[in-house]
């Protein structure tokens, strides 16, 4: 199996538990990933190449050779990039593996892009390991045969969360309530619809503050809330590494989303205990589920994202119990040896 990813936690650990698994692994990753210095640290076979323009000869050479070299039964792709490279590859290997292609996005693809046309309008990839139900539905309408689809959700472990620091200028409350939202700022995020409901909490005499977490890059955010009404209570921390640890701070969590393939910040929030407010939309109904370890309500609408706010911060007992609950669902549902499981059994199926 040759696998790439970027340093996050689950696709990083699930290697290291196929390995320990019994399953023959060998890594590639792009040069300086932090995930390849941890695996090497534990004694996994890690291999380090460039890997930057989808036209790199060097790097496609350097893949090729692994290929012949190591002769996988199934090669295991977790970016478009590292799959595009297996496929050229694979057409110059000395034997021919099964190609999985991890795929975590809802996005269109197009036949005029000759990365496109290669993955996903080619017959390349054997299977397509979708994120969510909702991944794997956005790609059956696009063309994708359903038989080529695999949902696998990538587990966490609550003990990964334990830590976490929080910056001193954001560990204390400067209100009764804490409503986090963590996400960098794009449009498909929804957070100006967050701000508007804010304006709709303060007139409600309600005693809270709302922080965003993430990147603003453009600046689009802070303007946005330079004209809510709500401005004073609204504080942008910019990215905070390990944001499980403010997190923890947070009287719930709003997924304010217009599309998202499931949303890792959900589990993350589960994992902390922390109850949700998230939109019905792409996979975060899959991990959120009304009434039992959170609320969702329709995408693009303030006035209800303001009301499912204010029913979570007026009832303790029901965030206590939405926190508990995420806690289950996580270990229920979205745990690493599950994702481990189900990846050995489609491998062991790929490989017959």
Request: with cysteine; net charge positive; charged share 25%.
């Amino acid at each position: 199996m040759i696998a790439e990813e970027h340093g996050v936690p689950p696709e990083t650990q699930i290697g290291l538990l196929l390995a320990r698994a019994g399953v023959e692994v060998r890594f590639i990753f792009r040069q300086g990933s932090v995930s390849a210095k941890f695996l090497r640290e534990q004694g996994m076979n890690v291999q380090e190449l460039p890997i930057r323009g989808r036209l790199d000869v060097k790097t496609l050479s350097a893949i090729r050779a692994v290929i012949n070299d190591f002769q996988p039964d199934v090669i295991h792709a977790f970016t478009a990039k590292t799959c595009w490279y297996a496929i050229l590859a694979q057409r110059f290997a000395k034997k021919k593996a099964k190609l999985v292609f991890y795929r975590g996005a809802m996005r269109p693809f197009s036949r005029f892009s000759p990365a496109d046309l290669l993955v996903f309008y080619g017959k390349g990839v054997d299977i397509f390991e979708c994120y969510s139900i909702a991944v794997q539905k956005d790609l059956v309408s696009r063309g994708i045969s359903p038989e080529r689809t695999f949902v696998n959700y990538y587990g966490h472990k609550p003990e990964w969360y334990a830590g976490g620091k929080v910056p001193p200028q954001w560990a204390e409350k400067k209100a009764r309530f804490r409503i986090g939202c963590v996400a960098n700022h794009r449009k498909v995020k929804g957070l100006e619809f967050l701000v508007a409901a804010s304006d709709l909490l303060a007139k409600k005499d309600l005693d809270f503050e709302l922080l965003f977490v993430g990147k603003d890059g453009n600046s689009e955010l802070a303007q946005c809330v330079s004209r809510a009404t709500s401005r004073d209570r609204i504080k942008l921390t910019g990215p905070i590494p390990e944001p499980w640890g403010i997190m923890k701070t947070f009287d719930c969590l709003v997924v304010p989303s217009l599309q998202e393939a499931m949303g890792r910040v959900t589990l993350e929030a589960m994992a902390c205990g922390v109850p949700l407010v998230v939109t019905d939309v792409g996979g975060l109904p899959e991990v959120v589920e009304d009434g039992k370890n959170g609320l969702v309500v329709p995408s693009k609408n303030p006035a209800r994202l303001a009301e499912a706010i204010a029913q979570l911060l007026g009832d303790e007992s029901l965030r206590k119990k939405f926190g508990e609950n995420g806690r289950q669902v996580l270990r229920e549902k979205f745990d690493l040896d599950q994702t481990r499981d189900r990846l050995l059994a489609l491998y062991q199926r790929l490989a017959k």
